[in-house]
Every structure is written in C-alpha cells, then in structure tokens.
C-alpha cells in the first residue's frame, strides 16, 4: 500500500528555521516525483514544488522559489521542505503527494498534511 | 503561467441533484487536466485526470469532460459524501496549477 506520512504539527516564532518531512512506502520513492503543496487557511491549494528523488533534479514554482528549499533522502525514503527564515505568512497546511509520472504532473497519493504556525 | 478558473466558487444543491462545476484555462492545456475532492482538515483526493478519466475506486456518478481550455466536472447524483471543496489541477508542464476551488454545500 502506497503510503504518505508527514511529520507532526509545528508551532514556530518568525525567524526561526524549520525542516517538515514526508516519508513515502508501499512504492518505489526514487522513481517517482514529489510534490510539495501549500494550503494557507481558508484558502485554496498552491503548488511549490517538486523533486526527484532519484537524482534530486528539483522544480519551484515561481512563486516559492528562494522562499523554501526542496530536498530528499534517498536512503530514509524521506522528502524535506525547509525554510531558513519563516514569516507569518508561512502559516499554512503543507501536503506533499506523489506525482502519478514522468510528463503527468498530477498526484494520486497525498499525505495527511503538516500544519505549520508562526506566531510571535 | 497558466491561470485556472473555476465556477462557481459556490454551489448549493440537494442530495439527488445533478451538478457541473467549470473550469477554465488562460491557455490551451489540451486533456491535461485533474480534479480533486477536499474535505475539511483531509487531504485531496483525485477524482478525474486526462480530462476525463476515472481514478480507480472512484464511483462512476462523478464524471469529466473537456478540452483545450474548458472542462467541466459533474456529479449525475449528489450523495451526503459529496459536500466538499473541488478543485481542478492543469497538468501541461510541470509549472502545475490550481483552480481556486468550487465550494458544494447543502442547500
């Protein structure tokens, strides 16, 4: 069974550094893409990015490029989104899910979703 | 980027009730093209890709259509289950984006 499973909530000060994680299993993790997807409260979703874990050949959106970093571990089967310096407006749910494949970038497994707070 | 938007960004229905929801691209995407189900504090769940495709385990009263820049999803009879948030996904590069989302509700 192909599962997803993100790390726990967190609550964080404006500032600080935060790296969330996403284990896959049931599956083959270094042949199929990861995205990373952004839900901010009462809002809708925002693709961020997507990498490879293969060979770790990463794609950002427009939009999160130089505002998060995307990377994975090909030896814990792990995908990470880290931030250096998180905003307020990080405050958002966070959902990676697997790519169905190479050219069709649609997802067909998501993980239950990390939410992330940050509050002074 | 290609811009997707949805309509309308509420609908309110009766279980029993057919209902379509429309999608539009700023550019043709071709049949590249997902729909997702969201329920409050889960995750997405696919429903249609390419357009018009039935992801497996999904029950056949959801339905897609479309193509190049208009697509539509509907629901031929609206079950308890179905009130939720839909949304639908352009997939013609990896630059992937969303709808803003169709919010069912009961009437």
């Known amino acids: 069974e192909v599962q997803l499973v993100q790390s726990g909530a967190e609550v964080k000060k404006p500032g600080e550094s935060l790296k969330i994680s996403c284990k896959g299993s049931g599956y083959s993790f270094t042949s199929y893409w990861i995205g990373w997807v952004r839900q901010m409260p009462g809002k809708g979703l925002e693709w961020m990015g997507i990498?490879?874990?293969?060979?770790?050949?990463?794609r950002y959106s427009p939009s999160f490029q130089g505002q998060v970093t995307i990377s994975a571990d090909k030896s814990t089967s792990t995908a990470y989104l880290q931030w250096s310096s998180l905003k307020a407006s990080d405050t958002a749910m966070y959902f990676c899910?697997?790519?169905?494949?190479?050219?069709?970038?649609?997802?067909?497994?998501w993980g239950q979703g990390t939410l992330v707070t940050v509050s002074s | 980027d290609i811009q997707m938007t949805q309509s309308p960004s509420t609908l309110s229905a009766s279980v029993g009730d057919r209902v379509t929801i429309t999608c539009r691209a700023s550019q043709s995407v071709s049949r590249w093209l997902a729909w997702y189900q969201q329920k409050p504090g889960k995750a997405p769940k696919l429903l249609i890709y390419k357009a018009s495709s039935l992801e497996s385990g999904v029950p056949s009263r959801f339905s897609g259509s479309g193509s190049g820049t208009e697509f539509t999803l509907t629901i031929s009879s609206l079950q308890p289950d179905d009130f939720a948030t839909y949304y639908c996904?352009?997939?013609?590069?990896?630059?992937?984006?969303f709808g803003q989302g169709t919010r069912l509700e009961i009437k």
């Open positions: 996904q352009q997939y013609k590069t990896y630059s992937i984006t």
């Open positions: 990498i490879y874990p293969g060979d770790s050949d990463t």
């Open positions: 899910a697997r790519v169905v494949g190479p050219t069709m970038y649609y997802f067909d497994y």
